[in-house]
């Protein structure tokens, strides 16, 4: 049985409207000294296999990994940074635009985690005071506790006091946390986004007339 012409033509824009919805990209940038295991938390967060040992990061790597999140797909591209290059020499390209951070120490090296300070410091100098950035901090290489020097009660506080999601975990050996603490930053930049845009949306300028869009099939 043949539909009616406008029933039809409906059902096409219908159609075509779903097939054209973006999906949403989301850069995050993971940031960390030397060693601590960003490139390893990156690739066990991407699936990737690595049998063969980890190669110091130089400049940096760039990987996408496409997530579903209530019904949406979002397109996550880590920016995996090269801790060697010290904070000062990681170009600005790499801060900007970005949307949200992933910080990372090694629970092992009490260094790794005294530097924080400095990487946040940076992160400031392009988004003042980090104020309202999704920023996780992660403990990595807790699979050595036996040799740990950074206690968990300490990192978490100096988290809390910066707005930070806190996680430890092992790129190596814990999967499912990996995943789990990206899947936290993701969720939590999406909600911002969604808040930005809804707060956008909902404030008009003096004498501005609230816009009504009217869709037709
Ligand atoms: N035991 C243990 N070793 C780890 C863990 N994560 C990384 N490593 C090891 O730590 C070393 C450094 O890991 P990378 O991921 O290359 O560190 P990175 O932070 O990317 O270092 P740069 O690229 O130089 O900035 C490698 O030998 C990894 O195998 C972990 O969770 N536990
Ligand atoms: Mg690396």
Redesign the pocket.
């Known amino acids: 049985m043949l539909l009616p012409k406008r029933i039809r033509t409906c059902i096409s824009h219908l159609f075509t409207t779903t097939m054209t919805v973006a999906t949403r990209s989301i850069k995050l940038v ?1 940031l ?12 066990n967060f991407m699936d990737m296999r690595r049998d063969t ?6 400049g940096v790597d760039f990987h996408n990994k496409k997530l579903v999140i209530n019904n949406e797909t979002v397109n996550v591209q880590a920016w ?6 010290r904070f000062s020499a990681l170009p600005s390209i790499i801060y900007k635009k970005a949307d949200g951070f992933v910080l ?1 120490y ?1 629970i092992t090296n009490l260094d790794s985690y005294y530097r924080l300070t400095a990487w946040i410091r940076n992160i400031d100098s392009f988004y003042e005071n980090h104020k309202g950035m999704p920023i996780m901090l992660i403990g ?5 506790v036996q040799v740990r020097a950074v206690f968990s009660d300490v990192a978490q506080s100096f988290a809390d006091k910066n707005n930070m999601i806190f996680v430890e ?6 999967r499912d946390t990996v995943h789990d603490a990206f899947l936290r930053i993701v969720t939590q930049i999406i909600q911002r986004r969604n808040e930005t845009s809804d707060s956008a949306s909902n404030t008009l300028s003096k004498g501005e007339k609230p816009k009504t869009k009217k869709y037709y099939c």
Not at 32 to 43: D, F, I, P, R, Y
Not at 80 to 85: F, L, M, P, R
Not at 140 to 144: G, I, Q, R, V, W
């Open positions: 993971i960390g000294e030397s060693n601590v295991g960003k490139t390893a938390l990156v690739e040992f980890f190669t110091t990061t130089v995996d940074t090269a801790g060697q290059e990372v090694d990595n290489k807790n699979d050595l975990t092992s790129a190596i050996f814990d």
